[in-house]
């Protein structure tokens, strides 16, 4: 629960926001944290020392919902000689460390990251007459900082958000969103850590496609060249009823080419996953091959973890070389050490079973293997194997319902277990799945009636609309003796029935015994299930 008032106003947990007048009395008792980003935010406003502010009346360290402490709201009046209209400027405070007394976050140390080492914010356009900020956007803030708490995955520019509804509950296209730098504000040193601030950017389901078969960095360039999609600091337009490629048709073309040349950067997702060890039943419950089918998974150790996430991090580099990273101790500084060695990793879950050391998990290799997706996730792997895979690439699925993952590699990929001789390996409950090329054309071709959740309803409904219309009498002719339409027969009437409904039906199952791998595309609830 969280309530609106100026920043400045007294509260129980949060006194004036300073400036370079404020108070020494105020300035002492101010979080270090919190003061070194409102720092930001006064050089960008100097104007208003205190804005309106969303904030968490129980704080999350005192046991509320609501990870952010607070959301500022600022007026940007935009500039309109370079098409940036006037808009509300949204700031998170509470995914970096804001008081470096581990109430929320562990201190690291003054040159890495501070907490996450990142703030949200969000730029949503003005509309004309509103004398004051919406609040939605802080809830939507909140729900991706939750994400972050709970799950420990961190985002970066360039990631992309799968929301699947109007970002402010409304009717609206926009019903996903892509993250990239802010515009203006800088990044922070903190006595705690640096922060930096990533802009949250509502975009279209056919752009989050795009983005997702190409990659997030490309499509925002896109929306930067198009002032009512974004324009140059990528202002959120609620009320935006086209796509960029309904507005500009020839972007189609940019990012089809751009598919072509560079493939996807998407290196990965979290998904809700599992697989199955099919060469022989599992022996005990100390047999690894049993993550899909016991109800206390082994979990990732500490080093596959590392190597997991460097291999999505590294993904995400446009220019990046097709290897996976070593499985070795952990990582020293460096760009890819974002987090502190003590903090829970992103794949490591809070279950009571014991992590097996690293050094004692033998790489296993498996004869056939079972690869389970939701409809989300399976409708995805044409991109892996086409964007990804084609390219000399890899993709990795890990699962937000249990501790394991399932890492596609191709044959140019180096630093992978999997080999040519032994497509189908194993570390742990980490799996790694090696595919010629000549196999991925195979898979493609079979596949390609997988569709995301959003086509499958829009076909069902033109399929559903196409049989009503067979079944209404034609508009009668004023030459003619009003005639009924001639019905279909009832065998077609059903076979159009049935399509329609195939498209919804689930599971959906593909084998390829040659190459003894199943995959199946299931529910959603057979993931929720505690088995998984």
């Given at each position: ?24 009395a ?11 980003i409102?720092g ?55 995914l ?13 140390g ?32 909140q ?41 203006q ?36 360039e ?23 490629f ?162 596609f ?5 180096e ?16 799996l ?23 086509e ?23 030459h ?51 088995l998984?």
């Open positions: 629960m969280a309530e609106l008032r100026p920043s400045g106003a007294p509260g129980p947990t949060a006194p004036p926001a300073p400036g370079p007048t404020a108070p020494p105020f300035a002492s008792l101010f979080p270090p944290g919190l003061h070194a409102y930001e935010c006064r050089r960008l406003y100097p104007d208003q020392p205190n804005p309106l502010q969303v904030t968490a009346i129980v704080k999350y360290w005192l046991g509320g919902p609501d990870p952010l402490d607070y959301v500022s709201m600022y007026r940007n009046v935009g500039s309109p000689s370079a098409n940036i209209p006037e808009h509300w400027h949204y700031i998170s405070f509470g970096s460390d804001l008081y470096g007394d581990s109430r929320v976050h562990e201190f690291t003054t040159d890495g990251p501070s907490g996450f080492g990142f703030e949200l914010t969000f730029r949503l356009k003005r509309e004309t007459g509103e004398s004051a900020p919406p609040t939605w956007p802080a809830e939507l803030m729900g991706l900082a939750r994400y972050v708490f709970q799950s420990e995955n961190t985002f970066c520019s360039g990631d992309h958000v799968s929301w699947h509804s109007p970002l402010d509950n409304s009717e609206s296209r926009i019903q996903h969103m892509l993250l990239t730098e802010d515009p504000m800088q990044p922070v040193q903190t006595p705690f850590g640096v922060v930096t601030f990533l802009q949250i950017v509502g975009v279209c389901t056919e752009e989050l496609h795009a983005a997702q078969q190409w990659n997030g960095q490309g499509i925002l896109l929306l930067r060249t198009v002032p009512i999609a974004g324009g140059p600091w990528l202002i959120t337009d609620m009320r935006r009823g086209e796509t960029i309904e507005i500009d048709p020839h972007l189609q073309e940019r990012v089809d080419k751009g598919i072509e040349t560079d493939g996807s950067n998407l290196s990965g997702v979290s998904a809700k996953c599992a697989w199955d060890d099919l060469s022989r039943p599992p022996e005990d419950d100390e047999d690894s091959r049993s993550i899909c089918i016991g109800t206390q998974p082994r979990r990732l150790s500490g080093k596959d973890t590392e190597q997991i996430r460097e291999t999505l991090r590294r993904g995400l580099e446009i220019n990046s070389k097709p290897v996976l990273p070593p499985i070795n101790p952990q990582r020293q500084n460096g760009l890819t050490h974002d987090r502190a060695p003590s903090r829970k990793d992103s794949l490591e879950s809070d279950s009571s079973t014991a992590i097996i050391p690293h050094e004692l998990i033998r790489t296993r290799q498996l004869e056939s293997v079972h690869l389970k997706f939701n409809q989300e996730s399976g409708a995805l792997i044409p991109l892996c194997l086409r964007g990804r895979l084609l390219h000399g690439r890899h993709f990795t699925y890990k699962s937000i319902t249990g501790d394991m993952a399932i890492t590699v191709s044959t140019g990929v630093g992978a277990f999997a080999t040519e001789e032994h497509p189908y390996a194993a570390h742990g409950p980490w790694q799945i090696l595919l010629t090329e000549e196999f991925v054309e195979k898979m493609l071709e079979d596949l390609e009636d997988l569709t995301s959740p959003e499958v309803v829009k076909e069902t409904l033109e399929m559903l609309n196409g049989l009503i219309s067979l079944c209404l009498p034609t508009t009668p002719s004023p003619k003796d009003t005639q009924q339409t001639e019905l279909p027969a009832p065998e077609n009437l059903a076979e159009e029935a049935a399509r329609a409904f195939r498209l919804f039906k689930l599971p959906k199952e593909y084998n390829w015994p040659e190459k003894k791998l199943k995959v199946s595309i299931l529910p959603d609830v057979v993931f929720d299930s505690p998984h």
